[in-house]
């Protein structure tokens, strides 16, 4: 059975760091694209950053330079390291399985919760 | 980037009544367009990719139509489990983007 489930979350200061996991079972993430999509409060879903098979990474212009997508294939975790976090950034943070323009996201964590406020 | 506007904002059905949503993108993004269902505090699951297949496990009241730049979602019979927020999803340009969602509610 696929599952994803993300870890990582909590409440941060303007300009603070943090890193998000994402533990996949049942699949192999090294082997698939793996995405990471937010939501804001009451809003609509952003998608964030992509890591493909062959490590190659993309990121939205919004958080380009400052967050950083990876992935330990021992551990089958996929990773993303935020820096220099604004207020804007406050959001659920998911991880996917999938995403690009190769494929859609077929399998979802449950999410973790980035709040950034002083 | 392209632009998702789906529309209605909110749909007011009852189950047992005919659902179509739409989405229309800013420029053509082939056949990538796919349809996802949030309920109030889960993720996202997905349901149609590529415009028309759905995902597994998803039951054939969801089916999806279009090309290019007008897409719908259509959901034949509303049973209970079915009100819930619907966003669509391109990826037939980069960066890939989502609509700002469509809230099917209880009438």
């Known amino acids: 059975e696929v599952q994803l489930v993300e870890s990582g979350g909590g409440l941060i200061q303007p300009g603070g760091s943090l890193r998000l996991s994402c533990a996949a079972s049942?699949?192999?993430?090294?082997?698939?694209?793996m995405s990471w999509v937010r939501q804001g409060p009451g809003k609509g879903l952003d998608w964030v950053s992509i890591?493909?098979?062959?490590?190659?990474?993309y990121y939205a212009d919004s958080v380009k330079g400052r967050f950083t997508i990876s992935r330990d294939n021992s551990k089958n975790t996929v990773y993303l390291q935020l820096t220099s976090l604004r207020v804007e950034d406050t959001a659920l943070y998911y991880c996917?399985?999938?995403?690009?323009?190769?494929?859609?996201?077929?399998?979802w964590g449950q999410g973790t919760l980035v709040t950034v406020s002083s | 980037e392209v632009v998702l506007t789906q529309s209605p904002a909110t749909l007011s059905l009852s189950p047992g009544e005919r659902a179509t949503l739409s989405c229309r993108a800013s420029q053509s993004v082939s056949s990538y367009l796919a349809w996802y269902q949030q309920k109030p505090g889960q993720a996202p699951s997905l349901l149609i990719y590529d415009t028309s297949t759905r995902a597994t496990g998803i039951p054939a009241r969801f089916s999806g139509s279009g090309s290019g730049t007008d897409f719908t979602l259509t959901i034949s019979s509303l049973k209970p489990e079915d009100f819930a927020v619907y966003y669509c999803q391109q990826r037939g340009n980069w960066p890939p983007t989502f609509g700002q969602g469509t809230k099917l509610e209880i009438k």
């Open positions: 890591i493909y098979s062959d490590a190659t990474t």
């Open positions: 049942g699949f192999t993430v090294s082997s698939n694209y």
């Open positions: 996917a399985r999938g995403g690009g323009t190769v494929m859609p996201l077929d399998y």
